[in-house]
């Protein structure tokens, strides 16, 4: 049996405004959504690209470095 890639899917607190970055810099098309935006695929790429909207704030990533 194989895998077939669908979506990805990326949280955002302001998913619009992220979402018409990725589809001028891809050169896709944002598709009508309610509250997930979707990026559609203007080329052969076979999956979409979500953005959902979700009300916590980014968490700064802590680095460890072990010696």
């Known amino acids: 049996m ?3 890639l669908v979506a990805l899917a990326f949280d ?3 998913p619009l405004p992220l ?3 990725w589809a ?3 050169r896709w098309e944002i ?3 309610d509250d997930i935006v979707t990026l559609v695929p203007t080329d052969d790429t076979g999956f979409n690209i979500d953005f959902a909207p979700v009300p916590e704030k980014k968490r700064a ?3 460890f ?3």
């Open 12 to 14: 955002a607190n302001d």
């Open 31 to 33: 598709g009508d959504a």
């Open 61 to 63: 990533r802590t680095a």
């Open 19 to 21: 979402a018409r970055f």
């Open 24 to 26: 001028t810099a891809l």
């Open 2 to 4: 194989t895998s077939r």
């Open 65 to 67: 470095i072990s010696i």
